[in-house]
């Protein structure tokens, strides 16, 4: 017969949760891993306290996340070829928009393709961990002028902008890249 103190204690508590979590699963101590009935295996620290219920919520294990190790590579090995970079935006532009002549439905798609096609072969210089970003500019040639600017928040001793600036009779057209250094 049960006594009172029995009957009166609530069900799934705490100790009731990590029972049943422990009859369903076993944690391998020599590989530091936790595995249950199925065999999957899920990383769990135990090195600060031990294995609480929060491993299981409602009877169902918790999606543990996966960390990657950082690499602490906190400079480049080689640094970002500006002059190279500004000969490839000059090749470019001049290849494809020598001959052009200003048309504003056709220019977002042609400024878009070259800026596709500097990214493409700047990539092919750029050393590794570097980020490239490309714009292209395309603006009809009139009586005026036109100035472009732009704000980043880089490293100033790692991250590198090359610009080219092209005009033909009808059209003026900049291409900048951005290398930005990711550690």
Same mark, same amino acid.
């Given at each position: 017969?049960?006594?009172?103190? @029995?009957? #009166?204690?609530?069900?799934?508590?705490?100790?009731?949760?990590?029972?049943?979590?422990?009859?369903?699963?076993?944690? #391998? @101590?020599?590989?530091?891993?936790?595995?249950?009935?199925?065999?999957?295996?899920?990383?769990?620290?135990?090195?600060?306290?031990?294995?609480?219920?929060?491993?299981?919520?409602?009877?169902?294990?918790?999606?543990?996340?996966?960390?990657?190790?950082?690499?602490?590579?906190?400079?480049?090995?080689?640094?970002?070829?500006?002059?190279?970079?500004?000969?490839?935006?000059?090749?470019?532009?001049?290849?494809?928009?020598?001959?052009?002549?200003?048309?504003?439905?056709?220019?977002?798609?042609?400024?878009?393709?070259?800026?596709?096609?500097?990214?493409?072969?700047?990539?092919?210089?750029?050393?590794?961990?570097?980020?490239?970003?490309?714009?292209?500019?395309?603006?009809?040639?009139?009586?005026?002028?036109?100035?472009?600017?732009?704000?980043?928040?880089?490293?100033? @001793?790692?991250?590198?902008?090359?610009?080219?600036? %092209?005009?033909?009779?009808?059209?003026?057209?900049?291409?900048?890249? %951005?290398?930005?250094?990711?550690?």
């Amino acid at each position: 017969m049960a006594d009172s103190s @029995q009957l #009166n204690r609530p069900r799934h508590s705490q100790a009731h949760l990590w029972k049943d979590a422990a009859r369903r699963a076993h944690f #391998n @101590q020599k590989e530091g891993l936790f595995k249950d009935s199925t065999a999957r295996r899920h990383s769990v620290d135990f090195s600060s306290s031990p294995p609480s219920s929060d491993l299981y919520l409602f009877g169902r294990r918790r999606r543990t996340v996966a960390q990657v190790e950082n690499t602490y590579q906190l400079s480049p090995d080689d640094i970002f070829p500006v002059m190279k970079v500004e000969r490839i935006i000059k090749e470019v532009l001049e290849e494809h928009l020598e001959k052009t002549v200003y048309n504003s439905i056709q220019m977002g798609i042609i400024s878009r393709a070259t800026a596709d096609i500097i990214k493409l072969k700047v990539k092919e210089v750029t050393p590794p961990r570097f980020k490239i970003i490309t714009w292209t500019v395309i603006t009809e040639k009139k009586d005026n002028s036109i100035r472009t600017a732009s704000k980043c928040l880089w490293d100033t @001793q790692f991250d590198r902008s090359a610009t080219y600036v %092209f005009e033909n009779a009808t059209l003026y057209a900049a291409g900048m890249v %951005f290398a930005v250094y990711l550690d």
